[in-house]
């Protein structure tokens, strides 16, 4: 059996051509595809070219955001009147947790040393605009607990503005640790302790008595659930598309950032060719309305699945080069995933048509079945006359 260089060799003298750099680009879109599990809008905080809300800290410094984003991760931030009564630092680092799910994540893997300063406070901030981030915070708070920081934050957790619910719970979770740990507070902290006589009788009872706390209320922060419902609802939308006669509402801001190639190459230009910041007309030779949507619905959180429809996926292919999809980090599992639908669908009479798609999507699995199904199906006599025929029409 001949290689698949040998194969497409055969395919050159036709004039179809094939791109050499095959590795290269199989490596490009590994790396495109690399931490996506979690989005990140953090380079759109204090962004002010789409910004329609300010937030200001305490000492007056004012933060440039945007509803669409707010309204998934921290809606109470849209309805607050005045700054809020934390400092530039502090509101600065709480704003990045909720414009990127990497950096909420992240929290769970920095040192006690480094969470010391800054767990508390941003735990109250937290628990008076997102419960969601509360609920985490206080998942993850064994992770930081050691036999230093243990009596310095409890004490930090009794003498803070947190509220009770919270605080119970974080001391339930401390209280568990000494127990379990067997840790003895120093001399200074036992003379603290001597304030609080319900933890220090707590502290002493015999550890068969105390169980820890469950957090049953705790869930990850995602985006991705947030921005379909946001791509549903149309909340907060500052320009429709109208694809075919189909208006789909959109946010600028969410696709500059998810898809820039269409935001800048031709959302932009059909803004300034249409004259209208609210709605343009979006058109494309042979674009189905429908599949269009499938794949705005992609850059809004839809996850990857095997049973894309073959007409769909098939598009996604044709389209991949017009639409910047081949190295854009959220559809580049998109395009495999059609890749391989179509290669497992492919019928001999359209084997030629789908080399041709293949070698420029760059699409290996796809070239190599196509190539496979032409050798199998027709003589290369029949190959070259097909060729002609269509190089024909094509005049």
């Not at 500059?256 to 060719?273: A, D, G, P, V, Y």
């Not at 669908?345 to 293949?358: F, M, Q, Y």
Request: hydrophobic share 40%; aromatic share 10%; charged share 25%.
């Amino acid at each position: 059996k001949m290689s698949s260089r040998r194969q497409s060799s055969r395919f050159v003298r036709f004039g179809l051509g094939v791109n050499k750099s095959k590795r290269t680009v199989e490596r490009q879109r590994e790396r495109a595809c690399a931490n996506t599990r979690y989005l990140d809008f953090s380079p759109l905080l204090d962004d002010r070219k789409f910004s329609d809300v300010t937030v200001a800290s305490s000492d007056g410094t004012e933060f440039f955001l945007h509803k669409c984003i707010l309204s998934m991760r921290c809606p109470a931030l849209l309805s607050i009147e005045g700054p809020l009564a934390f400092d530039q630092e502090m509101v600065s680092f709480f704003l990045k947790c909720c414009y990127s799910d990497e950096f909420v994540q992240e929290l769970s893997r920095k040192s006690p040393k480094e969470m010391e300063p800054m767990f508390i406070p941003l735990l109250t901030i937290a628990s008076k605009y997102s419960p969601q981030l509360t609920n985490f915070l206080i998942k993850i708070l064994p992770n930081f607990l050691t036999p230093t920081y243990i009596f310095p934050l409890l004490f930090d957790t009794l003498s803070s503005s947190l509220p009770e619910k919270e605080k119970e719970e974080l001391v339930d979770i401390m209280i568990a640790f000494v127990k379990s740990t067997r840790v003895e507070p120093q001399e200074s902290e036992t003379a603290k302790l001597a304030a609080f006589p319900s933890i220090l009788h707590r502290l002493l009872v015999n550890k068969e008595k105390e169980t820890k706390a469950e957090n049953t209320r705790w869930m990850v922060p995602d985006f991705h659930r947030s921005l379909k419902t946001l791509f549903k609802t149309g909340s907060f939308s500052d320009v429709t598309l109208d694809v075919d006669g189909t208006r789909i509402p959109v946010h600028k801001v969410i696709l500059s950032h998810q898809w820039t190639f269409f935001f800048e190459s031709i959302l932009l230009k059909s803004i300034h060719n249409s004259g209208s910041e609210k709605e343009v007309i979006i058109t494309k030779p042979e674009m189905p309305t429908e599949s269009f949507q499938h794949l705005l619905a992609y850059f809004y959180g839809r996850k990857v699945s095997a049973d894309i429809p073959f007409t769909h996926a098939h598009w996604i292919l044709s389209a991949a080069d017009y639409y910047g999809l081949l190295f854009c980090p959220t559809t580049v599992p998109l395009v495999k995933a059609a890749e391989k639908i179509v290669s497992a669908k492919l019928a001999p009479n359209r084997a030629l048509e789908a080399l041709r798609l293949a070698i420029a999507t760059n699409a290996v699995e796809l070239e190599n079945r196509a190539i496979e199904s032409l050798e199998r199906n027709f003589s290369p006599l029949e190959l070259a006359q097909m060729m002609a025929k269509e190089m024909k029409a094509k005049k």
